[in-house]
């Protein structure tokens, strides 16, 4: 009998991104989704109001698509800013 020691496999490295990465990508896919969203929304409403009030221009369709464009913009603004800004933790901050 032969004393057979088999050395053990190493488990496998599951590398992942690090949580700053996913967050931002998070942040990223939501900001696409709501300019597709919103823009689409803008839009939409631009060739109603277009259709209904405006003898069918195309100007109404172009300022509902900057508008949605536009608020969705700034939604992502704020996001981003909002992510790099420092954690009060609930304390309040007294501005003279």
């Known amino acids: ?3 057979t020691t088999e050395t053990p496999k190493p488990a496998p490295v599951l590398r992942s991104r ?3 990465e996913s967050l931002l990508n998070e942040k990223w896919d939501a900001c696409l989704a709501s300019m597709a ?5 803008g839009l939409s409403f631009g060739v109603v109001f277009s259709v209904l009030l405006f003898k ?3 100007w109404p369709a172009w300022v509902g ?3 949605g464009a536009g608020r969705a913009w700034e939604e992502c603004d704020n996001s981003f800013k909002r992510a790099s ?3 009060r ?3 309040r901050v007294l501005r003279p």
């Open 1 to 3: 009998m032969a004393d």
């Open 18 to 20: 690090p949580l700053s």
């Open 37 to 41: 969203t919103r823009s689409a929304l």
């Open 56 to 58: 069918r221009r195309a």
């Open 65 to 67: 698509l900057g508008f």
């Open 85 to 87: 800004a420092p954690n």
């Open 89 to 91: 933790d609930g304390l």
